[in-house]
């Protein structure tokens, strides 16, 4: 008789790697794959299976043509969402199904705890308070839509610290200040394109603002500064013609700022309209960035801003609608705008498409004859350029220098070419 046949054991399932990955890698698999691929890593493991749900980060985009576009979608996704939604973002065009439901959808995440949110919307969609229920957001970036006024006992956004407008209107000018003066802590404010109903200027004031930018095709004069006194980064970007008195008086008010971007254009000479004095002093100004073209106007600016501003150590000028030049600011002109002690503590210098005119090559050379503490100066070349680059960097080796220390590099149009030093 045969001895049984004993049987074999089974041999142990291999183990389910994507069940041992650890919570924090299998979070941030997640929400990098984007949300509709989230929803589908159910079917890959057990252990994985609604995992989507308790997500912390939650991102739609609701464009025409695609499934998600569908409203119902959403509410189910809100819906079957168990815990807190940290970051939220959403996606929204002109032709979507679900633009009227945005109100409900933001009515439905102000319970949720969000503290980041990024919305973007088109123009013409209007958002009602459900906005100003988020009393733990952090960061709030919006990029369109129409903005109603703030509810009776809006109390503000207590913890948050970046506010980013990008192609927003709002229907009066007080909300837009309610929520800058109504958050304490706000750090970041950016304001690109956005449109100020009223005839009076609207008041930016924020004890803790470090970071301000301000992008507008419109009037400077819609905007006024309060009080900034913690400002340390500025940028202000019009892409229109000022006004000398009114536009010194509005750049006053980032006084305080340790580094100062400008990107303007000056009106034509006409009397008295020139920048030509500030009522202030730029004390904190450590890094100045200037885009602009450099006619006579526009250089008895530049003059004017460097003189008030006694500390500056870094200068940087892009100049543009450099084709030609209409007005000439010989050396002579120049040497007299300079004044004792100004730009005693400019150390680096940078000086881009340039087409070496006459008025541009005056004042290289003259910054370069006074600036006693300078370390380095570069001169890039523009797309036109009015002499050959043998003969700037002549001109450039016979250029006097204040400080014995200073180095001058210079680069041509051939991007494969290197920097050269003028020795």
């Known amino acids: 008789m045969e001895p049984p046949r004993r049987r074999r054991r089974r041999a142990a399932p291999a183990p389910d790697r994507l069940t041992s990955l650890p919570e924090h890698l299998i979070e941030g698999i997640l929400s990098r794959v984007g949300f509709c691929d989230a929803v589908r890593t159910s079917a890959l493991s057990r252990a994985w299976r609604r995992r989507w749900e308790s997500l912390p980060t939650l991102s739609l985009s609701l464009l025409d043509g695609r499934l998600s576009t569908l409203p119902t979608t959403v509410d189910s996704v809100l819906i079957r969402y168990a815990g807190s939604i940290r970051d939220f973002s959403i996606r929204i065009d002109a032709h979507s199904s679900s633009s009227c439901r945005i109100d409900d959808w933001l009515i439905a995440l102000s319970r949720r705890g969000v503290r980041s949110m990024d919305l973007r919307l088109h123009c013409g969609l209007t958002i009602n308070s459900s906005i100003y229920s988020f009393s ?64 009076e200027p609207c008041m930016i004031a924020a004890p803790n603002l470090r970071s301000l930018t301000i992008v507008l095709v419109c009037d400077y004069y819609a905007w006024e500064f309060g009080e900034l006194p913690r400002l340390d980064n500025a940028t202000i970007d019009f892409d229109t013609y000022v006004n000398g008195d009114d536009f010194g008086a509005f750049v006053a008010g980032v006084a305080h700022a340790r580094r100062l971007t400008l990107s303007t254009f000056y009106q034509p000479y006409f009397g008295d ?16 960035f200037l885009s602009t073209h450099f006619e006579m106007y526009a250089i008895l600016s530049t003059f004017c801003l460097l003189r008030n501003a006694p500390n500056l150590e870094d200068l940087e000028i892009a100049i543009i609608n450099n084709q030609e030049q209409e007005t000439e600011a010989n050396a002579e002109f120049q040497n007299t705008q300079w004044t004792d002690g100004m730009c005693a503590s400019l150390q680096v210098v940078k000086i881009n498409d340039i087409s070496c005119l006459s008025n541009e090559m005056c004042f290289i050379e003259l910054v370069l004859s006074k600036a006693a503490a300078l370390r380095k100066m570069t ?45």
């Not at 809006?154 to 309610?178: R, W």
């Not at 309209?273 to 890094?287: D, K, Q, V, Y």
């Open 273 to 288: 309209i020139l920048l030509e004095t500030l009522p202030c002093t730029f004390a904190n100004l450590r890094s100045l």
């Open 136 to 199: 733990q957001l952090v960061t709030l970036k919006l990029h369109g839509g129409y903005v109603c006024p703030t509810p009776v006992g809006f109390a503000g956004f207590p913890v948050l610290q970046e506010l980013k407008l990008v192609d927003v209107q709002f229907s009066v000018k007080e909300a837009l200040e309610a929520i800058i003066s109504r958050s304490p802590l706000l750090a970041v404010l950016e304001l690109c394109e956005v449109c100020n109903p009223s005839d």
């Open 379 to 423: 001169i890039s070349l523009g797309d036109e350029c009015s002499m050959s680059e043998e003969n700037v960097q002549s001109k450039l080796y016979t250029y006097r220098r204040a400080s014995p220390s200073a180095q001058v590099f210079f680069k041509g149009i051939n991007e494969l070419i290197d920097w050269v030093r003028i020795v």
